[in-house]
């Protein structure tokens, strides 16, 4: 079946700096990503949808500044936390559609601490 | 707005008991069906999914799911479970021809007693 990869798969930041998620599609092109956050014993969020070549599409309640994304080719997108506080910490999942089998395929997810 | 509801949080099985768990979503139009399943430490894995034809699907691992149009169910089923079927469900939903985002369930958690 087809893979989604993200990197890192956790990562433990400072209150206040920057971090960057990659989400890869590694054998099919996906022109639609999307960026989703779980919460310990809950369901996925959907954060935002990641087009490529345009502007991502947030849910609402998603600060867009906060949660920068960018969709520049067709296997990848990023998700980037700006000043990350401990509040931001969470489990990060993202998505790529697969256009001929109309289905999302799952990355392993990143977990993020911020201390 | 779309919705899904998945009305068992919880759910304990033994072993080669059978499975049925509930899903139930809220939307005018034509969708396309999903049922994922989340192992512990691993990521989302696609079970089955329905988009049109044969209500009764059949997907990995010996599940299936039947939809019922009339009552906005889709609900997966598996005869006889494991105790490698412990795991957490998600119901997931999407409006066909529109956009492709899935809105997902509050996921059931599973827990097979060997």
């Known amino acids: 079946g087809a893979v989604v990869s993200q990197h890192p798969s956790w990562v433990i930041c400072k209150s206040g700096t920057s971090v960057k998620i990659e989400c890869r599609s590694l054998?099919?092109?996906?022109?639609?990503m999307f960026w989703y956050r779980q919460f310990p014993k809950q369901s996925l969020m959907l954060m935002a949808t990641?087009?490529?070549?345009?502007?991502?599409?947030?849910e609402q309640g998603v600060e867009k500044d906060k949660f920068l994304i960018n969709h520049a080719s067709l296997t990848l997108s990023t998700l980037t936390v700006t000043s990350a506080h401990p509040e931001d910490s969470s489990f990060y999942i993202c998505?790529?559609?697969?256009?001929?089998?109309?289905?999302?395929?799952f990355g392993p997810g990143t977990r993020l601490l911020v201390l | 707005a779309q919705s899904v509801s998945q009305h068992n949080h919880h759910v304990i099985l033994s072993e080669a008991a059978s499975l049925e768990l509930g899903c139930n979503y809220s939307?005018?139009?034509?969708?396309?069906l999903f049922w994922y399943v989340q192992y512990p430490g691993q990521h989302l894995q696609l079970l089955l999914k329905?988009?049109?034809?044969?209500?009764l699907v059949k997907g990995i691992k010996g599940f299936e799911a039947e939809f019922i149009k009339s009552k906005f169910s889709f609900n997966l089923r598996k005869p006889s479970v494991q105790w490698s079927d412990t795991a957490e469900y998600f119901c997931?939903?999407?409006?066909?021809?529109?956009?492709?985002?899935?809105?997902f369930g509050t996921g059931t958690l599973l827990a097979v007693q060997p």
């Open positions: 329905y988009f049109s034809g044969d209500p």
């Open positions: 939307y005018g139009g034509t969708v396309n």
């Open positions: 998505s790529a559609w697969e256009d001929f089998k109309e289905t999302q395929y």
């Open positions: 997931a939903v999407n409006a066909r021809g529109a956009t492709n985002k899935l809105i």
């Open positions: 990641s087009n490529e070549g345009s502007k991502a599409t947030y």
């Open positions: 054998d099919f092109q996906a022109t639609t």
